[in-house]
């Protein structure tokens, strides 16, 4: 066991300190110490795609009345006048019993539109001294003043009017804000993590004292411009004021009072159900049937939680013409008793927002989200052990992965890195669906990304400078396409050992003891050298595999380990190049003074098994069976018959598109069976017609002597020789002199049979 780990740590050292070093960094970076914009980045990336695919359900609870391009065309355009205002304020609280009305509009102007004001100013300056004007304004106030009228339609009922703060420089304080909801003088001297604001845009004094309450509509954008989370409590001078979801969510339920909480040891917020230790917690509505707990992050905001694509179309929340509502014509079951917000969807009303799950979501369907939210207790924060939690999943993914990966083989090492990956956003998404803890997770999937890819790097490297020193080795004896190719699919090829139909080729130099008498040692090792490196480029070019140098014999194969469908044709045409590549070898040598090459060459195709064989101390690539040994035996017999090239019957039937001269009917040594042998010529469309004829006479010739007609077949192989001198037509000459001594046997087939190798 122990040289076990021994031998692990002394082949994986480098790549589990790489591991260390990676989840170091990234330990840094959950810490503080290397803040990163990237992964703040990415970290929204996966708040935001959360929601993204969630599917909504309608939310019944709460309607958005909605300004819509409906509603303009048949009201006239926006603002109305407060008169129609008024009208759909008692019609959502009275006819549909509306449970609360958020207006996420601001009516911070008078309304002139029924000329009441100039009449007013006529009575009281140039025509005050007519009496009866005067008297009747007061009888037509109750119609003519629609400021009024609206502020009479909100007395008493649960609106919630909406307003604007500004920082921007030069706005002022317009109209008036509602009650705070507590001031500085309520925290003792505690101070508040708190969004400040200089100046608001708010509701007609009238207005405003009429409603219920009153609540600001200010979002703030993250640095990308989505908006993901929104203020609670807001600071204008000493006092704090609420938002408008937190404020209408406050009359839907009846409560009385929000107050930050801050609790101390022992303290106990409403009936003990939560406690704290000093630092703000959050958020605390006194309302029915019990009190309500709203977590917080940062500037007293709380995360939104986005349901659907938002609109009309979202799926989320229902939208309701409000020209529908003030006429009455909307069904009372799908309205009544509801949460209302009063809002638009119209582009050119400037209340569209871009959020996570829309660039342009209605800007009140955020509030309708942050009520649904606070109405069932069900928020999304970021725990105060955020940070400990994405250390800890960082040191488990850097142990885990930095450990099995350098152990692991690709396949294995992809799975265990997409598991793991999986297994972190998994965890992420429950907690966040269950718990509602929004967690990081961004580093601890880049550490995954960056422990898999420096892994994958390693390997490639390393894999790489083996491959590169594989084709070089292979090289040697395969043609670097066939290296290359192979390397680009190594699963299709292996060194297991099979059969398959080849064709195999030996090559042998002739009178070789002769030449290398006639050479000093290292013209000899030259000489050699040259030789066999242009027979090798030769096979190499027309994708042949190299076996082995046998001294200086060649033994090479084709069709292996890349099938080639054209074995035979391809080794037939390397065995014409050879030859020809030998005549201009000649004319080196005899430049140099060396002894001129000729060399045999012998082919056959045939079933053979190929594969890595040998002994445990060494292997080779190699071929062996019936088909090897006779192109073995046909390369010795080159030299009898005076030819370069021999090849037996399956390669001239595997080869078709070469012209061949049939030699003679063999019995080799360790085979029975008689074989026709060929000498390949040339390729058939490119024979020259002289030799065309002259190979025809001779086919005529051989059949005279198998025929036993020994002096027609003279005759015939004397014009032969006389017209092309061959070692072949002597043979044969000899042969017919030799029969007419001793003649054949009476069932004598035409066979040569050699008794040696």
């Avoid at 509306?98 to 000329?115: R, Y």
């Avoid at 999986?422 to 429950?430: D, H, K, S, T, V």
């Avoid at 070469?658 to 042998?677: C, M, Q, S, T, W």
């Amino acid at each position: 066991m122990l040289r076990r780990l021994r031998t692990a740590f002394g082949k994986y050292w480098a790549r589990w300190l790489l591991a260390l070093v990676l989840t170091g960094v990234a330990g840094a970076q959950v810490m503080g110490m290397l803040p990163n914009r990237l992964v703040e980045r990415l970290d929204l990336f996966f708040y935001d795609l959360r929601m993204r695919v969630a599917k909504p359900d309608l939310d019944p609870r709460i309607v958005i009345i909605d300004i819509d391009e409906k509603s303009i065309g048949e009201l006239g355009r926006w603002p109305w006048s407060r008169d129609v205002v008024a009208q759909l304020v008692r019609q959502m609280t009275q006819t549909y019993q509306a449970q609360s009305v958020g207006f996420d509009v601001v009516f911070a102007e008078p309304d002139t539109s029924s000329g009441y004001g100039r009449l007013e100013q006529l009575a009281q300056g140039p025509l005050k001294d007519v009496p009866q004007l005067a008297r009747q304004l007061q009888v037509l106030k109750p119609q003519m003043d629609y400021d009024a009228r609206l502020a009479e339609a909100l007395q008493g009922q649960p609106v919630v009017m909406g307003y604007n703060l500004s920082n921007e420089s030069g706005a002022i304080a317009k109209g008036q804000l509602p009650p705070p909801a507590f001031s500085v003088a309520d925290l003792g001297g505690r101070a508040l993590d708190v969004t400040h604001w200089q100046a608001y845009g708010a509701n007609l004094p009238q207005l405003q004292a009429a409603a219920r309450a009153g609540g600001f509509f200010n979002p703030i954008p993250d640095d990308d411009g989505l908006i993901r989370a929104v203020p609670l409590i807001a600071q204008v001078g000493d006092h704090f004021y609420e938002s408008l979801a937190l404020a209408t969510s406050r009359v839907a339920l009846g409560g009385r009072r929000i107050k930050p909480v801050f609790l101390q040891r022992q303290d106990v917020l409403f009936e003990g159900q939560l406690r704290d230790y000093g630092a703000l917690a959050g958020i605390a509505v006194e309302a029915r049937p019990q009190p309500l707990f709203i977590p917080v992050e940062r500037h007293l905001t709380t995360l939104v939680t986005y349901r659907g694509a938002g609109g009309p179309k979202g799926g989320a929340f229902r939208y309701v013409p409000a020209v529908d509502v003030i006429r009455g014509t909307y069904p009372h079951d799908q309205l009544d008793g509801r949460i209302m917000l009063v809002g638009t969807t119209v582009p050119g009303l400037n209340d569209l927002r871009a959020t996570p799950v829309n660039p342009v979501y209605p800007g009140v369907e955020i509030h309708a989200n942050l009520i649904a939210s606070i109405i069932d207790d069900d928020f999304k924060a970021r725990p105060d052990f955020a940070q400990g939690y994405d250390a800890l999943q960082v040191l488990l993914v850097g142990l885990l992965l930095g450990l099995l990966l350098p152990m692991l083989g690709p396949l294995a090492s992809m799975l265990l890195t997409v598991g793991a990956a999986a297994a972190l956003g998994g965890l992420n998404f429950w907690l966040y669906d269950s718990a509602g803890m929004v967690l990081p997770l961004a580093t601890a999937l880049l550490l995954v990304a960056m422990l898999f890819i420096s892994n994958l790097a390693w390997g490639y490297l390393f894999e790489y400078r083996n491959r590169k020193a594989i084709v070089n080795l292979f090289g040697e004896y395969v043609a670097p396409e066939l290296v290359a190719e192979m390397a680009a699919n190594p699963e299709s090829y292996n060194m297991e050992g099979e059969i398959r139909e080849l064709t195999v080729m030996f090559s042998d130099v002739r009178g070789f003891t002769t030449i290398s008498e006639s050479l000093q040692p290292n013209e000899l090792r030259e000489y050699i050298n040259v030789y066999l490196t242009a027979m090798s480029e030769d096979i190499r070019g027309n994708r042949g595999t190299l076996d082995k140098y046998i001294g200086d014999a060649v033994m090479a194969f084709w069709g292996a380990p890349l099938e080639l469908p054209d074995h035979a044709a391809r080794a037939v045409a390397t065995a014409l190049k050879m030859q020809q590549t030998t005549l201009l070898l000649n004319e080196e040598f005899i430049r140099r003074n060396w002894p001129p090459l000729k060399i045999g060459i012998g082919l056959n195709s045939g079933q053979m098994r190929v594969g890595d064989m040998g002994s445990k101390i060494r292997k080779a690539y190699t071929v062996m069976g019936d088909a090897v040994n006779l192109s073995s035996r046909l390369e010795s017999i080159t030299k009898v018959y005076g030819v370069g090239v021999l090849v037996g019957q399956a390669t001239r039937q595997a080869a078709p598109q070469f012209a061949y001269r049939e030699l003679d009917r063999v019995r080799v040594k360790g085979k029975n069976e008689p074989v026709p042998i060929y000498e390949p010529l040339a390729p058939e469309n490119e024979l020259d017609a002289v030799l065309r004829a002259e190979v025809e006479h001779w086919h005529v010739a051989l059949a005279l002597v198998r025929a036993q007609r020994w002096d027609e077949a003279e005759a015939a192989l004397l014009a032969l020789q006389q017209e092309q001198p061959r070692g072949l037509y002597t043979l044969y000459l000899e042969r017919i002199a030799h029969y007419r001594v001793t003649p054949p046997a009476a069932d004598w087939d035409g066979v040569t049979t050699f008794e040696t190798k």
